[in-house]
């Protein structure tokens, strides 16, 4: 269901208005007023048991009361009333209610059940909810000032949407003070109903809105959030803050909102498959919104530099190169007349520095050679006061270059008593000033991951040959045995009947049998417990390589058994699997856990000290695409390894994807499996496949499976 | 000698003090009047070959004929005459020089060579010189504006200097904004005479400079900055900010002032062996100026936050911990009486969230407690507009609060429109002001450094039993063949003579002879190629190792004869050294290059794939304290390794710092050691030493050695 009632309502109720300014329901009902809501057939309703009228409107005693069909409800009264309220509202047949009243989730679990009550009132009426708890719902287009903000932020392109009201307040102060201009603003609060998702899908196709903004502190309906995003993110630019990511962070998330934090590791990997893009700081957020907001979208990762400060210039050309983009080199007859025009000191290469007594001329000629070249796809115009510097004219040919141009143009002041007029007129005509080098370049970053990010080809989920009754069968071997967790012999059932390879195994009982086994695979072979309580051989003395002949085999089936036995006497023990000694390779480590937001998030690592010692590894959430699986791969910090180094052979890393791909089908298929380790999976030279020796598998207690 | 003529002259000569008011001459003379030099018994003499009188000063024609003595002259004429000019000073005794005017060395070798020759002048007559083309020099206290600046900046505890004129110009711009306060005001231009190192010992002690800010691009003289930035960082903080770490960055530095740019990794391991805290962003240099210029000093990492928004809240958190600080914990009687006076709603636990509805009695309550908490080391108060937040009370309610305060106290009023006076109220009472959560977090994080920084030990250098003579008498018979490189077997000779445990080797010219000594060794041993031309031996099959028995070491002696001739037909071979194979251990990698500014730069790393795949290593510059090679071991981001993971036992720190030590004292004692590569450096389990199995050492070209 659209939420355009939300935005674009006919007739809006305000159900707690008040004739009192220092309440919040007067300040709600005086914004939509002064905001300019009303206007042609538009009406505004202020509910009110005992008021005539407010703010020279009528009141009503109750939505009930209103002879008008309602579009959009306001609820401003204290929490105990708010259900009956919102039940009126149902029997009114409103089809939209912002709740700003505050006592819910957030309050413990008294709020919460109030809470409950409340989304259950929403979904009999089907009435789309936001908040409760919340700061309210701007569009300034409409115009529809539907909080108690302090006034109306201009209009602009960027549409923001905050689970902090007091975060989304000072965004709009910031905005009101002429930084940026919003077209859409919505305070989610306790999300009771209208979540993140909910929004984007709305503002995908909101012609107002080029940049949806986010600021995040948890996101229940994770996977759905992914799924949606990554088509949004197609469309538009999506950035997004997240808050809660350190332990601290998480801490104060849950005391804030009562909502859960989650874990970054899973974050990153929902943003990098979802096509967020990540600010890391509020200024960042700020910053890629301006740079989104106003300017032409980014085609290349070619920069050029201009400007009157030769120490600046080399911040900005630092800057750039460690944000992952280059400085552009510009056509030979650009260069040479930047040169000709020029004074001899001044520097006509990228970049390009036009010396201290530059005047707006010289930035004139300088731009316009600039943006003339077909080498460059961004400019930033650093300007410093010095003894010559006409900043408020130098602003003027910044801004006729930024209109002229078909690619970004970022505005760099820097400085402050000296600057004029000039950064307001560069706001006047929606051109991103940002007063550091450092962060005009942060801007590019982020427009430049953009870039990449719509270069990548629509991610593919393939299918792939799996036996799922297989796995059903041996899942439910172990649960009519009273387990969850699943060792190395079961593990090979299923690892089988999704497509690894696995070295032949066979359980022997005996150690006759072992050897007969033995005899039949050929040497070496290698010996492991076999017990269902234990799934840390190596820790019991379990695992017994390299062994080369019968007696051998002998010796390490009775010292396995004996130890096994002394260590958990209790454990029950049903001999030694037998495996054919497979050939070294490359020792990798694939798995999987459960996220509370998102579901399951696989892992891919080098074994051994890479992963714990440099704590190196890549995350993908399933379902994930073969690309993903592949960009895993790249992401390792020892990335290099799989490419071979010191002479070695790249390995397979063909193999190494679709062992994820299987992995991310496994865990999909099975919401049951709780947690999963392929620990060495082994991988060789290429187009030689890999082997998975080992595989650790617990499921969820409860035995229906979380769907 | 001391600097002060140029911050306190009691006489100041301007040479090429103009008239017309577009020229910086008259600039310069100009800001000296408007600055209030001229006070008490200052005199100011304006040097014009024409003019009569400037700005109401009598003019002379040279400053040989004004009969007062001059502590200061300012040279603002074209460059051809400044030489001469300078010669006048000179002969008139005048102790001190800034000169302004540009066409030196950044103008290329014609300018070099004028500068050559400005510099010869002043060392004959001993005047101190800053500059050329350089923008000049301020001083608040005294005042005197030495510049072309737009106006004089308000006086502060921030001493400034800057390799770019213009970056200072904007400095100086944030400054008169009411920005910062600046005591002293350096632009350095090219450096020919007066440097960093000057200006760091110059302002030592100055009273008036709680914190030194420098923007650098090269330091010519590396060494001698870090002997005196370790001694001035006790006294004062030293921030900085480094340009040109970029290839593009490097270069950009090259062509603005013809200095050297210098590595990273140099420019990381100097700043964190003199104390210098480093500056990713011009935003960050300004931000940690106003911390450590108005707060008190850091005396622990727990911080408390006090808020009027959730959201921000904790993204203050997440800073804060990202950032290598804590949260505090509050006494619990300090967190009772929060909990008693603030609304139920309301969190009580560190972040303390006052909630949207907190007017300043509230703020006031809550710091008052947190101040009197000794378990808090620094505030962080955000402030966000809201319907009830009355900003400017609440600025009041935060400047008292600092006032009575010995911890530091940092304001984030966010957003802008609805601020109000409150961020003057902070400006005029001295209380630094961050937009961003995230931006007070990082000011702490950089005290925090400085506070750590502090804590550490001075600097212990150990003297090393070593062997000079044997190493001189070594490379003089490298030398006396005409060679540069030195491989294992001659290593060995200055690895023995620095202390250096290598296993046993001897020469064998013939295979027999190997043979006897590897009987006189014991078996295992190793083979490995003697040559002086072939130093990578591996590469040419010149190492074989294992070798159990007569026949093996003889099969090897002659495979690598063969292999090694046919390779590299033109090497002389001396035959085979034999040594005893040693033990498998943790191999690491100690290495030596120079540095053109900063001179020999000692690496550590973990040998094998870590160096290779992850660049995983830690530098220091030579000579280097015990605590820095202990300080390196930590670096490493495979550290954890050298603790001992997956059961293996920790290694032997004692004798990787004590190698380090020694290679640190070799390069320091042979200058003419280029390059030097101990790979492997075999480590043994604690107590057990190391041992260094192969060395490669390049001699510098020339004969001289560089002192």
Redesign the interface.
């Known amino acids: 269901m659209s939420l355009s009632q939300f935005f674009a309502p006919r007739t809006v109720a305000v159900v707690g208005a008040s004739t009192n300014p220092t309440k919040?329901g007067y300040?709600v009902l005086n914004n939509l007023l002064r905001g300019g809501f009303l206007k042609e057939d538009r009406r505004v309703y202020p509910i009110n048991p005992t008021a005539e009228s407010i703010l020279g409107l009528p009141c009503f005693k109750s939505v009930l009361e209103v002879p008008d069909p309602i579009d959009l409800a306001v609820i401003v009264i204290p929490y105990p009333a708010v259900p009956d309220a919102l039940r009126e509202c149902g029997e009114q047949a409103i089809p939209a209610a912002i709740v700003i009243s505050?006592g819910f989730r957030?309050?413990g679990w008294e709020g919460a059940e109030r809470e409950r009550e409340l989304l259950e009132v929403a979904r009999q009426y089907s009435i789309r909810l936001i908040g409760p708890n919340c700061f309210g719902v701007i569009d300034t287009i409409t115009p529809l000032n539907a909080t108690?903000s302090?006034?109306m932020p201009p209009t602009g392109p960027m549409a923001f949407m905050?689970?902090?009201?007091?975060?989304g307040?000072?965004?709009?102060?910031?905005?009101?003070?002429g930084?940026l201009g919003l077209s859409k603003f919505v305070s989610l609060g306790n999300k009771a109903d209208v979540s993140e998702t909910d929004l984007l899908q709305e503002w995908a196709a909101d012609p107002a809105s080029r940049v949806i903004l986010a600021?995040i502190?948890g996101l229940p309906d994770g996977q759905q959030f992914i799924r949606v995003a990554r088509e949004v993110s197609r469309l538009k630019p999506v950035v997004a803050?997240k808050?809660?990511?350190?332990?601290?962070?998480a801490r104060?998330?849950t005391?804030?909102?009562g909502s859960l934090a989650g874990s970054e590791q899973a974050y990153q990997a929902a943003f990098r498959q979802a096509g967020v893009i990540r600010a890391?700081?509020?200024?960042e957020l700020l910053d890629f919104a301006l740079a989104f907001g106003y300017l032409p979208p980014l085609r290349g990762d070619r920069v050029a530099i201009v400007t009157?400060?030769?120490?600046?210039?080399?911040?900005a050309?630092?800057?750039?190169?460690?944000d992952g983009l280059?400085?552009a080199r510009f056509e030979p007859e650009r260069q040479h007349l930047l040169e000709q025009f020029l004074p001899?000191?001044a520097?006509a290469?990228n970049?390009v520095?036009l010396l201290?007594d530059a005047r707006a001329d010289r930035f004139d000629f300088a731009l316009q050679q600039i943006l003339a070249d077909p080498q460059v796809d961004a400019i930033i115009v650093l300007v410093?006061?010095?003894?010559m510097t006409d900043m408020e004219q130098t602003a003027q040919v910044i801004v006729q270059a930024a209109a002229r141009a078909s690619i970004p143009v970022l505005a760099c002041l820097?400085?402050?008593?000296?600057?004029g007029r000039g950064p307001d007129i560069l706001q006047q005509h929606n051109v991103p000033r940002f007063?550091?080098?450092?962060?005009a370049a942060r801007a590019l970053y982020a427009m430049n991951q953009y870039r990449l990010l719509r270069s990548e080809p629509i991610p593919q989920f393939t299918s792939l040959e799996v036996d799922r009754e297989r796995v059903s069968d041996a899942i439910r071997t172990v649960r009519a045995a009273g387990r969850v967790s699943i060792g190395d012999f079961e593990a090979r059932e299923i690892l089988l009947a999704y497509g690894f390879d696995v070295p032949t195994t066979e359980l022997a009982g005996t150690a006759e049998q072992a050897v007969e086994i033995a005899a039949r695979l050929g040497y070496p072979v290698v010996l492991k417990v076999a017990s269902p309580e234990i799934l840390h051989k190596t820790d019991v003395g379990g695992v017994r390589v390299g062994l080369e002949g019968p007696s051998e085999v002998r010796d390490a089936f009775d010292l396995i058994t004996y130890r096994a036995q002394r260590f958990l006497p209790e454990a029950r023990l049903w001999g030694c699997t037998v495996q054919k000694m497979i050939a070294p390779g490359l020792e990798m480590l694939l798995g999987m856990n459960r996220d509370p937001q998102f579901g399951p998030l696989v892992t891919c690592a080098l074994g051994?000290?890479f992963v714990?010692?440099?704590k190196d590894a890549a995350f993908r959430l399933a379902p994930f695409s073969r690309q993903d699986a592949e960009a895993m791969l790249t992401e390792l910090?020892?990335?290099?390894?799989l490419s071979g180094?010191?002479g070695r052979r790249p390995v397979d890393r063909e193999a190494l994807v679709e062992a994820l791909l299987r992995v991310g089908r496994l865990v999909v298929d099975f919401p049951e499996i709780e947690e999963l380790d392929i620990n060495p999976f082994v991988v060789y030279e290429q187009g030689q496949g890999g082997v998975a020796l080992d595989m650790r598998l617990i499921l969820s207690s409860q035995v229906e499976p979380r769907r």
């Open positions: 919040l300040a505050a957030e309050a108690f302090a006034g905050s689970q902090s009201g007091a975060l307040a000072a965004i709009l102060d910031w905005a009101m003070a930084r600021y502190e803050i808050s809660g990511i350190t332990q601290s962070g104060a998330v005391s804030h909102t890391d700081t509020l200024e009157n400060a030769g120490g600046p210039g080399i911040l050309t630092d800057a750039v190169e460690r280059r400085l001899g000191a520097s290469a970049p520095d201290g410093t006061p010095q003894a820097m400085g402050q008593a000296s600057l007063p550091f080098p450092e962060r051994g000290v714990e010692t440099l910090k020892a990335a290099a390894l180094v010191r």
